[in-house]
Structures are given as structure tokens and as C-alpha cells.
């Protein structure tokens, strides 16, 4: 850049000026406009109107159980007086991500920017961390998203609303007769472009405690708030993927200890518009049985895994209706590590294969088919300007 700089700089006769307007001109041609990044949030390699020239994606959702750097923690956190165990942690999780093989992560339980960017940084120059802060006030926590930038980038920052809703929402099931009100303390939300489609990701960390009934009550209305949200990008024929730790079960494909919702969590989730019917499929609901759990809790506290009744699936990955045709496999990574060795969930992924049919054009679907056929066109130009002819 710098030779370029003093090549330009000769050629205009040594006006600093004109360079500095050139060089200017030449940045927002590249279309690679970095945006401003906020004091309470960090977005790395971020570029505007980034569309990714991609046909496969692999998804996930790993809630890293307290990824803290351990200075000056509160006594409730895991790592509170640690940094040594807290820094042991963090490249636990380094290595368990580079098992996954994935494109784009949502996080759960980050602390902030900086041990995010420790995260990126120990996982290599590729990977990029997104993560707006939220307000969690009792824990610190945050959620964040990072990815594999040589794969895909964001093409819009990551944010968050602030909106609140009542509780208990009418039709509560939760059996909560109290009052008051709550927004959604960690999520963030931000939108990929892959070719023509637009697909915003929703990463959220709901209050805790399934069954408790006002935490249940706060769940739905929490619910409502990203309800709301994903309908505003739905509206604008965004393909949806909602994804984290709802702290709540699936109401459909029961989990591997028939765990059942006391809430409505997943039926407001899975219809956006909220209009009877579902726009949105829980993919684990596409795994056997036996491997739908994403999480353990010793609910004995006797410190060992007694199998199925201590485990569950409360970390989802919900995609819109539009792109669940295109999901090819789902894994929970639960080989990785023995139960709470690491983390006490274990990560959650899906693939995507976007992938046109090579038999046929769908008129539905020609976003997905319209940058190959210019290829081809553009090809079969420069075959019969080069030889005056073509042949069939």
C-alpha cells in the first residue's frame, strides 16, 4: 500500500492533496467500507454490501460456560480469583472449536471484546469476533458470534434492541400471576448475504431455570421481544436462523430425557408472524432420540454424569422454512468431552448445501441460479469473440 501511495504520489506531481482524494476514491470503490465500530461492541473485518460467493455453510451454537479472563470476577463467576484456570479454559475452547469445522459460531457466556479477541487471535488471522454488549448486570455474561472469514463475513454490524415487554404475555402458561416487565439482556442479531439471499442470524441467551414459573413467564415474554425482531426481517424476505441457549426445551421432538416445556417459548419462536401457523423447524428435532441433548446439570450435585436424566437439549438452532430445504446434517458434538469437563453443554451444528439442481431451472429460485448462468453466459462470449464461431 505504501508503494502504491508513493507511485501514485509521483504521478501527481507531488500533490499530497490529489493523492489523498484518489487514494479515497479508490476505498470506496472496493466496496470494502469499514464501519464504525461502537465503544460497547467490537466487529471485526466488517464490510457493507459483502456478498459471499458460497454454496455450502456450517452453522453452530457452543455455550462455552464462563469464557472470562478472570481478573477482578465476582465470586459467583467460574473463574473468580483464577486467571490461570480462566486462560486453561480458553484454549479448551480454542480446541474444541477447531474441531467443528465451522463457518459461523454463536457464542454464549463471553465476557466481553477482549477475551474475544484473545479467542480469535488464538484461533488464527482467518477469524473474525462480532459482539454488541448487552446488560446483563447479575452475571456479565454476552453472547457473540465469530467467523471463519476466508468463508464468510457479516454484512452488516452486529446490534441488539432495547424493547421491553410485559409479563405475563396473554395466553401465559407458565402459572405466574405477578407483574412486570423485561427485555432480552444478551443477543445480538446481524445479516449474511449469500448470493441474492439475505440471511439474518438471531443469537440469543435466555433467563434460566425451565420450569421455575417466573422465570418461565420473563422466557416468553423474552421470546416475544426476538419474535418481533425476526418478523421485522421477515417482512423484508429475510431467510431466518434463531440460535443459543433458550434455557428451554423443544415442544415437539422431546429430547432424550422427555423433557417437556412448561412455556410457550417454541411455539412463539417457530411462528414469527404469529399467525398460527410455523415458520421456523428446530433442526434437532432431525436427530435420533438418543443424541438430542446439548447440556448437563448434576441435579443431584453428586459431581458424576448418572446418564440421560441429567441431560437435555435447551441449546436450538431454528432456521426458516426457506432454507430448512437446504439443511443436509445436524451433529451435537458430544464426543468432545466427557460432561462438564469443558463446558456443561456441548456444541450444536447444521449444514447448509445451497447448492442448485443441476437438472433443472427453478423460475422460484432464480437468485440462487442467476450468478451462474451470467458465468456462463460471460463464458460462451468469450468463446465467440475469440474464435468467430461456436459450435453445438
Same mark, same amino acid.
Given at each position: 500500500?505504501?508503494?502504491?501511495?508513493?507511485?501514485?504520489?509521483?504521478?501527481?506531481?507531488?500533490?499530497?492533496?490529489?493523492?489523498?482524494? /484518489?487514494?479515497?476514491?479508490?476505498?470506496? @470503490?472496493?466496496?470494502?467500507?469499514?464501519?464504525?465500530?461502537?465503544?460497547?461492541?467490537?466487529?471485526?473485518?466488517?464490510?457493507?454490501?459483502?456478498?459471499?460467493?458460497?454454496?455450502?455453510?456450517? /452453522?453452530?451454537?457452543?455455550?462455552?460456560? +464462563?469464557?472470562?479472563?478472570?481478573?477482578?470476577?465476582?465470586?459467583?463467576?467460574?473463574?473468580?480469583?483464577?486467571?490461570?484456570?480462566?486462560?486453561?479454559?480458553?484454549?479448551?475452547?480454542?480446541?474444541?472449536?477447531?474441531?467443528?469445522?465451522?463457518?459461523?459460531?454463536?457464542?454464549?457466556?463471553?465476557?466481553? @471484546?477482549?477475551?474475544?479477541?484473545?479467542?480469535?487471535?488464538?484461533?488464527?488471522?482467518? +477469524?473474525?469476533?462480532?459482539?454488541?454488549?448487552?446488560?446483563?448486570?447479575?452475571?456479565?455474561?454476552?453472547?457473540?458470534?465469530?467467523?471463519?472469514?476466508?468463508?464468510?463475513?457479516?454484512?452488516?454490524?452486529?446490534?441488539? /434492541?432495547?424493547? $421491553?415487554?410485559?409479563?405475563?404475555?396473554?395466553?401465559?402458561?407458565?402459572?405466574?400471576?405477578?407483574?412486570?416487565?423485561?427485555?432480552?439482556?444478551?443477543?445480538?442479531?446481524?445479516?449474511? $448475504?449469500?448470493?441474492?439471499?439475505?440471511?439474518?442470524?438471531?443469537?440469543?441467551? #435466555?433467563?434460566?431455570?425451565?420450569?421455575?414459573?417466573?422465570?418461565?413467564?420473563?422466557?416468553?415474554?423474552?421470546?416475544?421481544?426476538? $419474535?418481533?425482531?425476526?418478523?421485522?426481517? $421477515?417482512?423484508?424476505?429475510?431467510?431466518?436462523?434463531?440460535?443459543?441457549?433458550?434455557?428451554?426445551?423443544?415442544?415437539?421432538?422431546?429430547?432424550?430425557?422427555?423433557?417437556?416445556?412448561?412455556?410457550?417459548?417454541?411455539?412463539?419462536?417457530?411462528?414469527?408472524?404469529?399467525?398460527?401457523?410455523?415458520?421456523?423447524?428446530?433442526?434437532?428435532?432431525?436427530?435420533?432420540?438418543?443424541?438430542?441433548?446439548?447440556?448437563?446439570?448434576?441435579?443431584?450435585?453428586?459431581?458424576?454424569?448418572?446418564?440421560?436424566?441429567?441431560?437435555?437439549?435447551?441449546?436450538?438452532?431454528?432456521?426458516?422454512?426457506?432454507?430448512?430445504?437446504?439443511?443436509?446434517?445436524?451433529?451435537?458434538?458430544?464426543?468432545?468431552?466427557?460432561?462438564?469437563?469443558?463446558?456443561?453443554? +456441548?456444541?450444536?451444528? /447444521?449444514? #447448509?448445501?445451497?447448492?442448485?439442481?443441476? @437438472? @433443472? #431451472?427453478?423460475?422460484?429460485?432464480?437468485?440462487?441460479?442467476?450468478?451462474?448462468?451470467?458465468?456462463?453466459?460471460? #463464458?460462451?462470449?468469450?468463446?465467440?469473440?475469440?474464435?468467430?464461431?461456436?459450435?453445438?
Amino acid at each position: 500500500m505504501m508503494m502504491i501511495g508513493r507511485s501514485l504520489l509521483l504521478l501527481l506531481g507531488g500533490d499530497g492533496g490529489a493523492l489523498m482524494v /484518489v487514494l479515497v476514491a479508490l476505498l470506496m @470503490c472496493s466496496r470494502m467500507v469499514i464501519l464504525p465500530t461502537h465503544a460497547d461492541s467490537c466487529q471485526d473485518g466488517l464490510t457493507q454490501d459483502y456478498f459471499n460467493n458460497i454454496t455450502t455453510l456450517r /452453522v453452530g451454537t457452543f455455550n462455552t460456560e +464462563w469464557l472470562f479472563d478472570g481478573v477482578n470476577e465476582r465470586e459467583s463467576n467460574r473463574w473468580f480469583n483464577d486467571s490461570v484456570g480462566a486462560t486453561e479454559h480458553l484454549m479448551n475452547i480454542t480446541r474444541v472449536i477447531g474441531e467443528l469445522n465451522v463457518d459461523v459460531l454463536a457464542l454464549i457466556e463471553v465476557e466481553d @471484546c477482549t477475551i474475544l479477541g484473545r479467542l480469535t487471535d488464538a484461533l488464527g488471522p482467518e +477469524w473474525g469476533g462480532y459482539l454488541r454488549q448487552g446488560k446483563d448486570t447479575a452475571t456479565g455474561q454476552d453472547v457473540a458470534l465469530i467467523t471463519n472469514s476466508t468463508v464468510i463475513t457479516p454484512a452488516t454490524a452486529a446490534e441488539r /434492541v432495547d424493547n $421491553r415487554i410485559d409479563y405475563p404475555i396473554p395466553g401465559s402458561v407458565c402459572g405466574y400471576s405477578g407483574s412486570a416487565d423485561t427485555t432480552v439482556s444478551k443477543h445480538l442479531y446481524t445479516t449474511f $448475504r449469500i448470493a441474492d439471499r439475505n440471511i439474518t442470524v438471531i443469537v440469543v441467551h #435466555f433467563i434460566a431455570f425451565p420450569t421455575v414459573s417466573t422465570r418461565c413467564a420473563q422466557r416468553e415474554a423474552q421470546a416475544t421481544v426476538i $419474535r418481533d425482531l425476526a418478523n421485522s426481517f $421477515r417482512q423484508q424476505n429475510h431467510s431466518l436462523i434463531i440460535m443459543g441457549d433458550f434455557n428451554d426445551f423443544e415442544n415437539e421432538a422431546l429430547d432424550i430425557a422427555d423433557n417437556e416445556p412448561t412455556s410457550m417459548v417454541m411455539n412463539i419462536l417457530k411462528d414469527i408472524n404469529n399467525d398460527g401457523n410455523e415458520d421456523m423447524i428446530n433442526v434437532i428435532s432431525l436427530l435420533p432420540k438418543e443424541d438430542r441433548y446439548t447440556s448437563y446439570y448434576d441435579a443431584n450435585s453428586n459431581g458424576r454424569d448418572d446418564g440421560d436424566q441429567e441431560r437435555s437439549a435447551i441449546d436450538h438452532i431454528l432456521v426458516s422454512l426457506d432454507i430448512y430445504q437446504y439443511v443436509v446434517d445436524v451433529k451435537v458434538f458430544q464426543e468432545l468431552y466427557k460432561a462438564a469437563v469443558i463446558s456443561d453443554h +456441548w456444541p450444536v451444528v /447444521v449444514d #447448509f448445501d445451497f447448492t442448485p439442481p443441476l @437438472c @433443472c #431451472f427453478n423460475p422460484s429460485s432464480a437468485a440462487v441460479h442467476t450468478p451462474s448462468l451470467l458465468l456462463i453466459v460471460a #463464458f460462451a462470449s468469450i468463446v465467440v469473440f475469440f474464435t468467430g464461431s461456436y459450435h453445438l
